[in-house]
Nanobody, 115 residues
């Protein structure tokens, strides 16, 4: 079955950086686009970024464009989210997700941006 394992979260000061990873298994990773989502306390889950299966096409939510970069390594079945210039409003649990699959989610990784 589809398994997604996010890692790399933590506590960081405003303006800092983190790199999240999502290790995928149970499907042909190189055939699927992948997405990052996040959910802040008391808020709905929101889309953050998408990368298509070859890695050549990416898209971002307006709130993170220019600060976050999504990438993937199909040889390692892993998708990444490089987050720079972090703000307190980026605090959330971050999840990766397979394109077109609304049912498979990992446990997420907590990102807290605070001084």
């Amino acid at each position: 079955q589809v398994q997604l394992l996010e890692s790399g979260g933590g506590l960081v000061q405003p303006g800092g950086s983190l790199r999240l990873s999502c290790a995928a298994s149970g499907f042909t990773f190189s055939s699927y686009g992948m997405r990052w989502y996040r959910q802040a306390p008391g808020k709905e889950r929101e889309w953050v970024a998408t990368i298509m299966n070859t890695g050549r096409i990416t898209s971002y939510a307006g709130s993170v464009k220019g600060r976050f970069t999504i990438s993937r390594d199909n040889a390692k079945n892993t998708v990444y989210l490089q987050m720079n210039s972090l703000k307190p409003e980026d605090t959330a649990v971050y999840y990766c997700n397979r394109w077109g699959d609304s049912t498979s989610w990992g446990q997420g990784t907590q990102v807290t941006v605070s001084s």
